[in-house]
């Protein structure tokens, strides 16, 4: 297989909001570059890019597929990304390792919010884009009524260079305003007849290929200086002009196709080919130390290993960028990330599930490797003498939560082993084992993103599991001061046990005075301040305890026996054992015996008066609320607000964003246990949102009052 040098290279992800034809039109884009014989389909779940398991019985794409095609002598790789919100971590993997977003509209719904999210997406990871108008033939597309709604949304940098002669149900030819030629198609798509453009169809021909020249212009000084004086490009002027505005986002170019009736993909595949960004017009990424890496074919070899998948009857495919140097079959590397060598025995370019063997891969192309000793997603291979290490990807914040466990309880171990597993295969499948909760934890994008985990955990790995209400992470205050003292004593035989702790407790905020004086009902107490230790708390806040005995009541070594006993109620509060928090203790007083006294009796005394002073401060719980962004169509923010508003949400503000409408909450977390599906639901499947942690609050009294009862009944059950 011919070998393919950096400036042949075009690394490009599909991407694009659920329902806009990427997996049908990846079908065409294999056809045409002759990959297949013969185009699959969806429904019938014969599609290159759909083929694992999950995705044909859910029939959707879950996991990013890669192919290549050649172009006018230009590899294109393409990552195929699934739409769903749900999976969007396959888009920043896919965009963390090519150069040009290609995000495919489906013209008969023009901009959705899943096509405004992955744009943003792109804006905030900086990624080159064009738009491919999808759907063309669809009977409702009214295509300049598309075109404005591009523009709308992304603004005059979204640039038309071809325009439909008629769309809708009779679509079969465009005109090309980059070629100024008119491409017209049989029934059953493929190559396009090239001919002159029709005269009623001249006038807005010359008005958008000005448009385009203008706007290729304007990415060039000695271009736009040529275009003042002549008025006119060439095509690979145009065409120059077009690469350098896209790789600095300054141009959106717009292409049609129709993917079911194979129609504008050869053109669209030579478009990429001369337009798209090659991998040296992208900024260089850099390695963890910040160092530039440049992709050069002679440098030292460096792979970064993108994504991980697990096949039947194969084992794990590891997928990779060659981040530098020429990458050879046979060639050792040592693992930067992780230690020790491995060897590359066979590499590979693969079309889905079909790989096909390569002698050598140069910088910036995209390869595989099967069965690596100790490789994992993130991990980088270098040559001898080298240390790079490469960790670009960052992923969105889940937005969903489940507990797991295994039906047999026996197999806690295993399962927690084939998480581990496949959360290398996707980054946004998020395990944790909750010390606080003692729950283990899985998160992800979406209802359907664990409902996925759980298929493959059934269904492939033949482990049941179940889901199970995450638990929230309350945390347990106190509003006033109080006072409480406690005995601890036992005598059975021979040395017993004795301890007595009086203290007093109250809410710890930064900046306090120290204490002083105190007065509970006609008792007054002056505390001297002996020692001062302040403990932060893993979960947030602090403990703060000050040694306030005098007279030696209590001796020193026994004050870490009760700063313990107060740790082990902070850690399982009296109300609900939750952690508590923002609590300050004064050890004041107390009594030991000669003999009976030990640690273990301070450490219980001191816990027992804790508990019944904190008990006694008018205690709070307080709950996890989160800052929640919404963005949805106008025509159903009410249904949203009123949704929200049911949820204990404090509407903080609304705004419109290209046409979007944005809606900011405050919400506790109890209540977006289900949020994803509920909004899918509600808006039939248009509107998205994100979440990100903001504080802790004091709960509503009712629902202070049911926590109690809840964890009262709890306890008998015990």
Known sequence: ???????????????????????????????????????????????????????????????????????????????????????????????????????????????????????????????????????????????????????????????????????????????????????????????????????????????????????????????????????????????????????????????????????????MLEFLSNVAPEPTDTPAPETTEGVEVKPDAAGPTSLFFFKTSVEQHIGEVSYFKVMSGTLKAGDDLDNATRGGKERLAQIFVVNGNIRTAVEELKAGDLGAAVKLKDVRTGNTLDAKGIDWQFDFIKYPAPKYSRAIKPANEADAEKLSALLTKMHEEDPTWLVEQSKELKQTIVSGQGEFHLRTLKWRLENNDKMNVEFQETKIPYRETITKAARADYRHKKQSGGSGQFGEVHLIVEPYTEGMPEPDTYKFGNQEFKLNVRDKQEIPLEWGGKLVVYNCIVGGAIDARFIPAIVKGLMDRIEQGPLTGSYARDV?????????????????????????????????????????????????????????????????????????????????????????????????????????????FANYELVPADVQERLLKEYEAQQQED
Not at 172 to 195: F, Q
Not at 593 to 617: M, T
Not at 650 to 663: A, F, Q, T, V
């Open 1 to 267: 297989m011919k070998v393919y040098n950096t400036n042949e290279i075009k690394n490009i992800s599909l991407i694009g909001a659920k329902g806009s034809g990427k997996t049908t039109l990846v079908e065409s884009i294999l056809f045409e570059g002759g990959i297949i014989k013969r185009r699959g389909s969806v429904d019938a779940g014969t599609t290159v890019s759909d083929y694992f398991p999950v995705e044909k019985e859910y029939g959707y794409s879950v996991f990013s597929s890669i192919f290549n095609v050649e172009k006018n002598g230009k590899k294109l790789n393409i990552i195929d990304c699934p739409g769903a919100d749900d999976f969007v971590g396959n888009t920043y993997t896919a965009l963390g390792v090519t150069d040009l977003g290609l995000i495919v509209v489906n013209a008969e719904n023009g901009v959705e919010v899943g096509t405004e999210n992955i744009f943003r997406t792109t804006a905030k990871l900086k990624k080159p884009i064009a738009f491919a108008l999808n759907n063309i033939e669809g009977e409702k597309v009214d295509f300049d009524n598309v075109i404005e709604n591009l523009k709308e949304h992304f603004g005059a940098k979204a640039v038309p260079v071809q325009f439909p002669i008629n769309s809708g149900a009779n679509f079969n030819a465009i005109v090309d305003v980059l070629l100024m030629k008119k491409l017209e198609w049989k029934a059953d798509g493929g190559a396009a007849t090239v001919s002159d453009i029709p005269a009623e169809f001249q006038d807005k021909a010359e008005e958008l290929h000005s448009a385009l020249v203008e706007a290729a212009a304007e990415n060039d000084e000695a271009l736009m200086d040529k275009f003042f004086e002549e008025g006119e490009l060439s095509a690979d002027e145009i065409r120059e002009g077009m690469r350098k505005g896209i790789s600095d986002r300054s141009l959106y170019p717009i292409v049609l196709c129709s993917a079911k009736h194979n129609m504008g993909i050869d053109r």
């Open 584 to 692: 300050r203790v004064m050890i004041y007083d107390g009594k030991m015996h000669p003999v009976d006294s030990n640690e273990i009796s301070f450490r219980l005394a001191g816990r027992n008066a804790f508990s019944q002073a904190f008990k006694s401060a008018n205690p709070k719980i307080l709950e996890p609320v989160y800052d929640v962004e919404v963005l949805t169509p106008g025509d159903i923010m009410g249904d949203v607000m009123s949704d929200l508003q049911g949820r204990r949400a404090i509407i903080m503000g609304m705004d419109s964003e290209n046409g979007i409408e944005k809606l900011k909450a405050k919400v506790p977390l109890k209540e977006m246990s289900s949020y994803s599906t509920s909004l899918s639901s509600i808006t039939g499947g248009r509107a998205s949102f994100s979440m990100q």
